[in-house]
C-alpha cells in the first residue's frame, strides 16, 4: 500500500506527463496549421495559373484583333484558332498578367508581331507551369482578312492557301 | 525556515491555479491564431476565385462585344459577384477593376484582406468599376465602350 508521500509523488508525475502532452498538442496544432497553410498557397497558385492559362488560350483563339475572319458583302465572321504572320499579340490582347510569361508558337510558322509571349521557356527552372499543344490553322497573308471561299475550300479539304498545323501555348510565373 | 504542511498544500495549489490560468491563456491565444490563419486562407481562396472568374467574364465580353461590332447587336451581360463567407460570418468586401490591375478587398477583424491579380483590362470598357460582393454587375454598350456598373 501506498503511503501519502509516494501518492504526492505520483500525483506530480500525472501533472507532469499532462503538462508535457498539452505542450506535444501544442507542437502538433502549430504543425498542422503550418502544413495547412503551406497546402492552400500552393493550390491557390495552382488554381491562379490554371484559371491564367484558360484565359490566355481563350483570348488567343478567339479574338477579333488576333483572329483571322472571313467576309462576304454583307458580314465578317471570326475564325477561331486561325493566325496570320502579323497576327497582334500583346499582353491586352490576350490578358496575361504583369508577373506571368509566356511563349506562344506555331510549327513552321513565324508570327512577327508577338510582343507578349515570345519569353524563352526553360522547364528546368519552372517548377509550376501550364503546356496547352492544340490545331490552328495560318494563312500566309500579312492582314486578318480571308475570302470566304479560301475559308470553306479548307473546310471541305479542298486545295486553299490556309494551311492545319500545330501550336504550343506555354504560361508560367 | 518552517512551513506547516496545511501551509505547503495551500502553495501547491496556489502554484496549480496559476498554471492552469497560464496554460488557458496560452492556449486561447494560439487558438485564436490558429483560426484566424485558416480563416484567412479560407478568404483569400474565396477572393481568388471571384477575381479570376471576374476577369474571364470581362475577357469573354470584349470577346462578345468585338463580334458585336461585326454584327451590329446590343450587348447585356450580368456577373454576380459571389459573397466570402467564413465559419463564423459573411464578410463584406469590394471588388476594383482598374486598368491595369483587379483586386478584391475583404475587411476582416479591422483589418484589410486583399488579393490582386495585375491583368491589363480590355480597353473596351470604362474603367475603374466597382462591385461589392453580392451585387450584380451588369454591363451595357455604351458609346462604343462597354459600361459595367
Redesign the interface.
Known sequence: MLNKRSKGQLMVLD?AFT?VL?ILL?FF??RW?EM??YE??S??KQ??LN??S??VF??LT????INC?ASDNN????ITSCFSSNSPIS??NI?????YDCNFSIDGFNLTNNTACSSTFDSASNNNYSIIKFNVITTTNNNLLVRKSNYLNNILDKSSSLVSREATLVIWK | MFISKKGQGSIEIII?IF?LIF?LY??NI?AQD?VK??EV?KI??QE??IV??L??FL??GS?IY??N???ILDLNMTYKVPQINIASSKLSCIIVVQN?SIIAITRYNNQNISYL????T??TYYTPIIASCGSELVCVTDNNKIRCE
Not at chain 1, 490578358?95 to 508577373?99: E, N, Q, R
Not at chain 2, 491579380?117 to 491589363?120: R, S, Y
Open positions: 501533472v503538462i498539452i501544442f496544432l502549430f496549421t495547412k497553410t492552400s498557397i493550390q491557390r488554381i491562379e484559371y491564367v484558360q484565359n481563350f483570348s478567339n479574338n477579333h484583333s475572319y458580314n465578317q465572321f471570326l499582353r491586352v490578358g496575361l498578367p504583369a508577373d | 496549480g498554471f496554460f496560452v492556449f494560439i490558429t490563419t485558416i486562407n483569400k481562396e481568388q476565385e479570376l472568374s476577369s474571364s475577357y469573354a470577346n468585338d463580334d461590332k461585326f454584327n491595369l491579380i495585375p491583368t491589363q480590355p480597353n
